[in-house]
């Protein structure tokens, strides 16, 4: 068959790093001819570009985009699973099953991911703490291997291949379609209690004690803030609202499903962006003020519960022509002083934007490159051309590197291999399973360049 | 590869010895930087500036390179990124300046120049230019002279290779918009090193430190074109226009 590209400069959503590649959108079936057209450069498969680094670009390479429908998606309403292609985002999977009485085991703050992408990046979402992260629901999945044979593997087949899929970054081979366990809801609106905590000490305390009573948690925290009133932040805390929650007229349409789009933004940005110290002070503040100090049992939807900012289209762009990076990182149980200092650094810095999340994990699974451990998760926004913003993120990456840390790869943009091989000790025994599996190297990333992942 | 903030891992410096090529490297250089490579005709002698650049993480490495010896080039490149992976910064700042007075006796000597500031250097250009296609990014930084805006008495030899090597480079950025890869360009005005030593300086005169830190501001805010100091773009702005008559008898030449 022909295989037809089309040369693309590819960014992830902080676009930043620009590279170019041969691009492709590709069915299922025509993957195989597809790869064997590729150069020394290899080849990555692509979703919905909502990783902020360079996790799905392939400088000089062949990138690649599944297709895939919805529609065609399997769901077992018996075991409460679904069968979905990689290609399919979460997005157009919530449309068809939340209506049916179901939702997806872990989203992360965007539904524009796809199910491939999930997998990959091994994605975590408000739930991490009770539920784990996407592989831990995974009950099975297909990969084409470099050669171009087709295996199935889940944690029962092939576990140490799986695990290494699992949070893999497309680098074990291409996952073809997931099979993975659902949670049964009973509505589409979600009971959420709402705390605000005057300073980072005050969220951690409420968080280490609480959070264990609800299914999501997650805080948003000012770090612009300084003084008694570092770290000020909400805390969100809920679960799926019961249909006996509801009034007889709202039970009616109890799985009702429409998110919604406000508004996009243009192509065309000022250069310079609206994010800065001045806009983002405004904003804190506004949105600190906005939430009651302590409220029980409000009722909110998914999107604007789950997916509050794909409300609005291109919301990257806001940040002007220079981009911005998405900076997270973990930090074990007891290196709560360490993450203060961080945060301290971070106010000092003046570089934050207001969205700043952070997050109490669980349990890590058994995938050697997945990013959740045990403890506490912090992700900042910062504009890419903040004035000296590289030597702040390398003295703070010294620290996540010292207190036992770590930094998420979906995420990454800037740390370096010394930082990933301190904070996934297990990087040599996930490296040497890929050579085996891709001797030829096949699967490229200019993460795993930048990285040294393979 | 390059990170989020402009980070390079790689860096080669074409014309190992220059000042202004070391000090932009010198600029560059940040804890994810990996490896530089100082590409000069003598490798042996660059020791000191080896030691010079030395940390923690970083490997210095000096490697043959002939300007002149065109036919060479393409393994050249071939050779740096065999053994050290992708470039993602080259810095072409090698040339000679050489002395006008000995043109005017030797057509040789011109010929000398000519060959080395702008055969030379178009010939490597292409070579960096063709790998940065193949791997679809890369950053490439071409010292260019305010000598080359209008050419004047004084040394209009090295002025006209650097009128040329200056086209030449605007022409070879054009083309590589869409390649993921980039070329900018560095107008430097007089500067304060090795090459101008004894010579009179002229107005707005700078230093490699002053050039390294406006050429690596320019490359992370991704300009075309930047001057050294940034004043002397709307000096040659009036200069270019000045009648022959006057800038003939101008002072600095």
Avoid at chain 1, 379 to 393: K, N, Q, Y
Wanted: charged content about 20%.
């Amino acid at each position: 068959m022909e295989t037809d590209f089309t040369t693309s400069r590819l960014t992830g959503w902080g676009r930043t790093s620009p590279s170019s590649a041969r691009t492709a959108e590709v069915s299922r079936g025509d993957v195989a001819a597809f790869i064997k057209d590729s150069n020394r450069r290899g080849v990555l498969m692509r979703g919905l570009g909502r990783s902020y680094g360079d996790a799905a670009q392939n400088a000089g390479g062949v990138v690649l985009t599944l297709k895939g429908s919805a529609q065609e998606a399997i769901l077992n309403v018996e075991a409460g699973t679904l069968t979905a292609g990689a290609g399919v985002s979460l997005h157009d999977l919530l449309k068809v099953i939340v209506p049916r009485g179901f939702f997806v085991p872990v989203t992360p703050g965007t539904r524009f991911v796809t199910v491939g992408g999930a997998v990959a990046s091994d994605i975590h979402g408000k739930n991490h703490h009770v539920e784990g992260s996407f592989g831990n629901h995974v009950r099975r999945l297909t990969l084409m291997l470099a050669d171009g044979t087709i295996h199935e593997i889940g944690p029962e087949q092939n576990p140490s291949l799986f695990w290494a899929t699992v949070g893999g970054m497309g680098l074990t081979g291409i996952i073809l379609d997931v099979t993975f366990s659902l949670i049964p809801i009973e509505t589409s609106l979600c009971t959420v209690n709402t705390i605000r905590c005057r300073n980072i000490d005050e969220l951690i305390e409420e968080m280490s004690h609480g959070d264990d009573d609800y299914r999501y948690s997650v805080a948003w925290a000012d770090l612009l803030s300084t003084g008694s009133r570092l770290g000020r932040s909400v805390l969100w805390r809920g679960d799926h609202t019961k249909l006996a929650e509801l009034s007889s007229k709202d039970a009616a349409q109890a799985l009702r499903y429409e998110p919604r789009h406000l508004a996009s933004v243009p192509p065309v940005v000022p250069s310079f962006g609206f994010v800065n110290k001045i806009s983002s002070a405004l904003f804190n503040e506004l949105w600190f003020r906005k939430e009651p100090r302590r409220k029980e049992g409000g009722h909110k939807s998914m999107p604007s519960y789950f997916h509050p900012l794909d409300a609005i289209g291109s919301w990257n762009r806001l940040y002007g022509a220079g981009g911005f990076l998405q900076y997270q990182f973990a930090l074990p149980f007891g290196r709560e002083d360490e993450l203060r200092q961080i945060i301290e650094k971070v106010v000092i810095s003046k570089t934050a934007s207001p969205l700043v999340v952070l997050k109490r994990f669980g349990d890590s699974n058994p995938a050697p490159l997945s990013f959740p451990m045990p403890g506490w998760t912090l992700t900042v926004d910062i504009p890419a051309r903040a004035e000296g913003l590289g030597s702040l993120l390398h003295s703070i990456d010294e620290m996540v590197m010292q207190s036992g840390g770590r930094h998420y790869l979906a995420k990454d943009a800037h740390t370096t291999p010394l930082a990933i091989a301190r904070g996934y000790p297990r990087l040599e025994e996930w490296k040497q399973l890929q050579r085996l599996v891709d001797p030829d190297r096949r699967w490229q990333s200019d993460l795993a360049r930048r990285l040294e992942l393979i | 590869m390059e990170n989020a903030v402009g980070e390079a891992q790689n860096i080669l410096v074409l014309g190992g010895r220059s000042e202004i090529g070391l000090a932009i490297a010198r600029e560059l250089l940040t804890p994810s930087t990996q490896r530089v490579t100082l590409a000069c005709r003598q490798p042996g002698e660059s020791r000191e500036v080896e030691a010079s650049l030395a940390r923690n993480g970083l490997s210095v490495e000096s490697v043959s390179f002939d300007a002149a010896d065109t036919a060479s080039h393409a393994e050249f490149v071939n050779n740096v990124v065999a053994s050290c992976g992708d470039l993602d910064v080259v810095i072409l700042a090698f040339g000679v300046l050489g002395s006008q007075e000995q043109c005017d006796d030797d057509s040789q000597s011109a010929v000398k120049i000519a060959h080395t500031n702008y055969t030379g250097a178009v010939s490597i250009a292409m070579e960096v230019a063709h790998r940065f296609r193949q791997q679809g990014h890369g950053r490439l930084i071409i010292l260019s002279s305010v000598a080359g805006e209008r050419t004047r008495k004084a040394n209009y030899v090295y002025g006209s290779t650097k009128a040329g090597l200056d086209a030449f480079a605007q022409g070879l950025s054009d083309a590589m918009v869409g390649t993921g890869a980039s070329v900018m360009i560095v107008r430097p005005g007089f500067v304060h090193s090795a090459m101008t030593t004894g010579m009179k300086a002229a107005p707005f005169s700078t230093t490699p430190d002053v050039v390294a830190k406006l050429t690596v501001k320019g490359l992370r805010a991704g300009k075309r074109i930047v001057w050294t100091p940034g004043i002397l773009r709307w000096v040659f702005m009036v200069m270019r226009h000045l009648p022959v008559a006057i800038w003939r008898r101008m002072p600095m030449g």
